[in-house]
């Protein structure tokens, strides 16, 4: 059953950081595009950021605060962001073809 799964949200401080990690199973995540989106309260779910291959992109949302990665030993995928603001608050996914995780919430408040 290929299965993905998040970690790492919680509560930051406007200013912080934070890394989120995504855990596959089921198939070999180097071998596929993975990507993260995020969905604040109220609004559309929107891509963050993504892996394709050897290349990575960002979002311009959240361009030269966040980097994404992917842990081939561990068959994860990474996203670190920084200098977070309250307009980071959101839930995030991880996304691969038609397979999602179920979320993990981020709030950024003092």
């Known amino acids: 059953e290929v299965q993905l799964v998040e970690s790492g949200g919680g509560l930051v401080q406007p200013g912080g950081s934070l890394r989120l990690s995504c855990a596959a199973s089921g198939f070999t995540s180097d071998d596929y595009a993975m990507n993260w989106y995020r969905q604040a309260p109220g609004k559309q779910r929107d891509w963050v950021a993504g892996v394709f291959g050897f290349s990575t992109r960002i979002a311009d949302s959240v361009t030269g605060r966040a980097t994404v990665s992917r842990d081939v030993n561990k068959n994860t995928l990474n996203l670190d962001i920084s200098r977070m603001t309250p307009e980071d608050t959101a839930v995030y996914y991880c996304?691969?073809?038609?397979?999602w995780g179920q979320g993990t919430l981020v709030t950024v408040s003092s």
């Open positions: 996304n691969s073809g038609n397979t």
